[in-house]
């Protein structure tokens, strides 16, 4: 358990409050600009972490299949990021002195 604890919080991953005290799972908690709230629960029982991103779960218990999916979590774009930014970006080029 403690090799998945601490490859989350290498990640950025947050502990909730209170993970001392429950002893069956330990929650930690992500937020990424593109996708929002990630959340890894680290299971005692399953020896693996559940993965809650974008409404959806999956379950790891490879290291390697969790750092792909990671890395792909936090390199998707949204298309609604995509024009946010965009018109962020024209805003701020139209009032440049030229």
């Known amino acids: 358990m403690s090799m998945f604890r601490s ?3 290498k990640n950025d991953f947050w502990a909730k409050k209170g993970n001392e005290n429950n ?15 990630i959340y890894a629960i680290i299971q005692k029982d399953n020896r693996g ?5 974008d409404g959806e779960e999956y379950f790891f218990n490879n290291f390697d299949k969790l750092d792909l999916f990671l890395n792909q979590l ?3 774009k949204d298309n609604f990021m995509k024009i946010i930014k965009r018109r962020n970006l024209s805003n ?3 009032t440049l002195d030229i």
């Open 23 to 37: 002893n069956q799972e330990k929650v930690f908690i992500k937020h990424d600009s593109n996708v929002g709230g």
């Open 74 to 76: 936090s390199h998707k």
């Open 92 to 94: 701020k080029l139209r």
């Open 7 to 9: 490859y989350l919080l």
């Open 49 to 53: 972490v559940r993965i809650i991103a």
